[in-house]
């Protein structure tokens, strides 16, 4: 008996530590499997990322830009095709999907994709990684979104590091 309460413990006090790693480790879980790799083809950023060339930010697709395409079926694979009908399904309901953001400042500092993309000339990808080919949606930022990082590659490009240009 007194071994069974032992070994209860330990159990226990397993699935405790496995959890809270579970929760530290932070992957973002969408609410739609979106696969940048099967649009490629289709669409170009823009498309569902409209504002980075005017905007600070780059904007996220609503669900009227998937339904553009998505009023019929698209893909083949029975997996696919549940997917696909998820977005019928939030069509029905008149609700949006809550994107889960990967890529995000705080409130104190200031980043504009407009400078970096149309002024600066960076490719998408400089930052973001390769997303147009991966084929699962991506569970965390390609790159950690940190002060060095921004005023490293500011030193390389000679741009201003004034803590003001960027905590404005
Ligand atoms: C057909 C629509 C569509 C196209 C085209 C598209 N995206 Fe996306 N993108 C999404 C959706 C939906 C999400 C949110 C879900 C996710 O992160 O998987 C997203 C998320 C992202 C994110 C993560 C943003 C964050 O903070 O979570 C980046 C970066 C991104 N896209 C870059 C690109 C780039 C670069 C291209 C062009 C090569 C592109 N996207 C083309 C729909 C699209
Ligand atoms: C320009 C047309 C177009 C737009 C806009 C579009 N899709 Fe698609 N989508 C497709 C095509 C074509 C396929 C089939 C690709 C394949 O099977 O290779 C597809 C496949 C899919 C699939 C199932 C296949 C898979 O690989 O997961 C899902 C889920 C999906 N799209 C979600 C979305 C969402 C969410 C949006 C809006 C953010 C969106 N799509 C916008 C054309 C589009
Ligand atoms: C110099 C680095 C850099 C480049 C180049 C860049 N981004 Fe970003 N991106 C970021 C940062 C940093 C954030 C977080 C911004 C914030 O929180 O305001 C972000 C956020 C995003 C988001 C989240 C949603 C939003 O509204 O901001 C999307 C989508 C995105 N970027 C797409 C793109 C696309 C598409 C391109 C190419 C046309 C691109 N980015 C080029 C650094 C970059
Ligand atoms: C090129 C842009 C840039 C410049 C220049 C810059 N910062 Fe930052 N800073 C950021 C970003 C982005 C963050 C948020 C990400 C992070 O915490 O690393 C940040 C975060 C911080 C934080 C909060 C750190 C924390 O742990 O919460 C402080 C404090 C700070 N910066 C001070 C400064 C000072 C002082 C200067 C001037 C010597 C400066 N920054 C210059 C972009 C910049
Ligand atoms: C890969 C290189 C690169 C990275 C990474 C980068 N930047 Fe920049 N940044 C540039 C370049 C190049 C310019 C000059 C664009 C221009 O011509 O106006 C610039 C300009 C800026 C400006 C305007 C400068 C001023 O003084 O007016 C701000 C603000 C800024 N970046 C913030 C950020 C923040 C915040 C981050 C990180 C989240 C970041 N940058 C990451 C290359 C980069």
């Not at 008996?1 to 070994?7: D, H, T, Y």
């Amino acid at each position: 008996m007194k071994r069974l309460g032992l070994a209860l413990v330990v159990a226990l006090f397993l699935i405790v530590i496995a959890g809270i790693y579970v929760s530290r480790s932070g992957a973002a879980r969408q609410p739609l499997r979106f696969i940048h790799k099967a649009h490629a083809k289709e669409a170009k950023c823009r498309a569902c990322h409209p504002y980075y060339e005017k905007q600070a930010s780059a904007g996220l697709p609503r669900l009227a830009d998937c339904l553009d395409c998505h009023e019929g079926t698209q893909s083949k694979e029975p997996e696919d095709v549940k997917e696909e009908a998820k977005l019928v399904q939030y069509a029905e309901k008149k609700a949006e999907i809550r994107w889960v953001r990967l890529y995000r400042v705080p409130g104190h500092s200031f980043f504009s994709h407009r400078r970096h993309v149309v002024l600066a000339k960076l490719e998408c990808k400089t930052c973001h990684g390769e997303i147009e080919a991966s084929d699962v949606p991506p569970r965390r930022p390609a790159q950690p979104i940190v002060m060095d990082w921004c005023v490293s590659c500011h030193r390389k490009e000679k741009i201003s590091t004034d803590c003001n240009g960027c905590h404005r």
